[in-house]
Structure formats: structure tokens, C-alpha cells
Nanobody, 118 residues
Framework: QVQLVESGGGLVQAGGSLRLSCAASGSINSRYAMGWYRQAPGKQRELVASITSGGGKDYADSVKGRFTISRDNAKNTVYLQMNSLKPEDTAVYYC????????????WGQGTQVTVSS
């Protein structure tokens, strides 16, 4: 089993920055793709950023140029650096680990609240 624990959320003013961390433990390895999702009240959960085992990155159009995803496999940790935050970034941010071998391995953290005030 894999456990994911997010941290780093909080309340910031528009234009500010936050760095989210996701610490993974258990039967995790570097072949997992990692992602950050977010969900605001009444909205669908959406993919914000992802990073593959090979280091390839993708971002939602709404965060390109502002957010950066990275991973440190030695620490089993993935990060999301969020700059130039906007009120519309307000959501609960969830860490995800996914690996397809003979079956799908898909794990989620509990989430961390990010609130951006105007």
C-alpha cells in the first residue's frame, strides 16, 4: 500500500506563493506518475500538474507559467511550487500517485486547503 500526505497549504494574498509537498510512503517506487489535482466547492476535480517517471511534465492551461511540479525520488516526495496565485486557485489540492503494471495502482492523499484572498 501507498500513503500520501500533503502539506504546505494555507491562506495567502493574491500574487503570493506557496509550495505544496506530498510525502509518499509504503510500496512506492519511481515508476509512479505523480500528479496534483484540485477541487473547489461545487466543481469537478481537475488535474493541475503531473510528472511522469521519466520527468515529463504537463500543466493545466490555467496554471502554465505560474506553477511548477517536481519530484525527489530519494525522498519519495513531489512538490508543487505555486507562484502568482489568484483567487481562482482557491481549492483543496490533492496529491495522486498512479502506476499501471498488471493492474492500476491509484492512490490519493487527504488534501490540503489553499485559499487565495483578493
Amino acid at each position: 500500500q501507498v500513503q500520501l500526505v500533503e502539506s504546505g497549504g494555507g491562506l495567502v494574498q493574491a500574487g503570493g506563493s506557496l509550495r505544496l509537498s506530498c510525502a509518499a510512503s509504503g510500496s512506492i517506487n519511481s515508476r509512479y506518475a505523480m500528479g496534483w489535482y484540485r477541487q473547489a466547492p461545487g466543481k469537478q476535480r481537475e488535474l493541475v500538474a503531473s510528472i511522469t517517471s521519466g520527468g515529463g511534465k504537463d500543466y493545466a492551461d490555467s496554471v502554465k507559467g505560474r506553477f511548477t511540479i517536481s519530484r525527489d525520488n530519494a525522498k519519495n516526495t513531489v512538490y508543487l511550487q505555486m507562484n502568482s496565485l489568484k483567487p481562482e486557485d482557491t481549492a483543496v489540492y490533492y496529491c495522486n500517485a498512479r502506476y499501471i503494471a498488471l493492474r492500476l495502482y491509484d492512490y490519493w492523499g487527504q488534501g490540503t486547503q489553499v485559499t487565495v484572498s483578493s
